[in-house]
């Protein structure tokens, strides 16, 4: 978080709280619609588990602990659309190896057709 939005939040003056309208409710993908007339947090009452990201205006922006528990987002004064997506590491690693794991089968199984070619022409020679 950058210094000068913390110091906006923490000194600023209070400013009434406004509702934010939650526009998607997914298991994996939340989509919300907030207007903040000074920097605030947006704070959604659901676990921060590991692997959720945050987007403000479809730029990456960091999650942050919010009570303890939450997941929330510093939002800047005006319109903003900020979107939380639960994009686990763990899975993008899960991909990579079952790519490379695809790679190396099929190595293997066209290293095996072409031995069996082989085997069969030379079983023709002779």
Do not use: C
């Not at 209070?14 to 919300?32: G, H, N, W």
């Not at 959720?52 to 922006?61: E, Q």
């Amino acid at each position: 978080m950058e210094p000068a939005t913390l110091h906006a939040l923490v000194t600023g003056k209070p400013a009434l709280a406004t509702a934010a309208r939650i526009t998607r409710y997914q298991s994996q993908r939340v989509v919300i619609e907030a207007e903040a007339a000074a920097p605030s947090v947006l704070m959604l009452t659901d676990t921060n588990y590991p692997g959720w990201r945050a987007y403000l205006d479809g730029r990456r922006v960091p999650v942050t602990t919010a009570n303890y528990l939450f997941r929330g987002v510093i939002v800047p004064p005006g319109k903003h659309v900020v979107e939380f997506a639960y994009e686990p590491a763990s899975f993008r690693y899960g991909a990579a190896i079952s790519f490379a794991a695809l790679i190396v089968l099929s190595g293997l199984a066209w290293r095996e057709r072409r031995q069996r070619v082989r085997r069969a022409a030379l079983r023709q020679i002779h």
